[in-house]
C-alpha cells in the first residue's frame, strides 16, 4: 500500500508559479510510475503529467507541456509539480498518483492522494 499526501496548493494570480509535492509513504517508492492529475469543478479527472521511477522519461498533456514540469527525488519519497505560467483554466484539484504502467490512463493509477487546490485568478 502506498500512501500520497499531496501539499502546496493555493490562489495565485494568472502568470504565477506554484509547486506541489506528492509525499509517499508505507511502500518502496521506487518502481512506481507516478503521476498528476487534476479535476475542474464540473470537469472529468485530467492527465497532467508523468514521470518514470528512474526519472528518465517525463510525459506532459498538451496543456500543460512548457509550463509545468515534474521531478522527483526517490530519496525523499517525493514527487514534484513546478507550475509556472498558470492560466485560470488550470483552476482544479490536483492529484498524486502511483502505478506500475507508464501510461497517462487514470485507470491504471493504483494508488492517489486526497488533492490540493490550486486556484489561479484573472
Known amino acids: 500500500q502506498l500512501q500520497l499526501v499531496e501539499s502546496g496548493g493555493g490562489l495565485v494570480q494568472a502568470g504565477g508559479s506554484l509547486r506541489l509535492s506528492c509525499a509517499a509513504s508505507?511502500?518502496?517508492?521506487?518502481?512506481?510510475?507516478m503521476g498528476w492529475f487534476r479535476q475542474a469543478p464540473g470537469e472529468e479527472r485530467e492527465f497532467v503529467a508523468r514521470?518514470?521511477?528512474?526519472?528518465?522519461?517525463?510525459y506532459y498533456a498538451d496543456s500543460v507541456k512548457g509550463r509545468f514540469t515534474i521531478s522527483r527525488d526517490n530519496a525523499e519519497n517525493t514527487v514534484y509539480l513546478q507550475m509556472n505560467s498558470l492560466k485560470p483554466e488550470d483552476t482544479a484539484v490536483y492529484y498524486c498518483?502511483?502505478?506500475?504502467?507508464?501510461?497517462?490512463?487514470?485507470?491504471?493509477?493504483?494508488?492517489w492522494g486526497q488533492g490540493t487546490q490550486v486556484t489561479v485568478s484573472s
Open positions: 508505507g511502500h518502496t517508492f521506487t518502481g512506481y510510475v
Open positions: 498518483a502511483g502505478g506500475i504502467s507508464g501510461t497517462s490512463l487514470i485507470g491504471t493509477y493504483r494508488y
Open positions: 514521470i518514470s521511477w528512474r526519472n528518465d522519461i517525463t
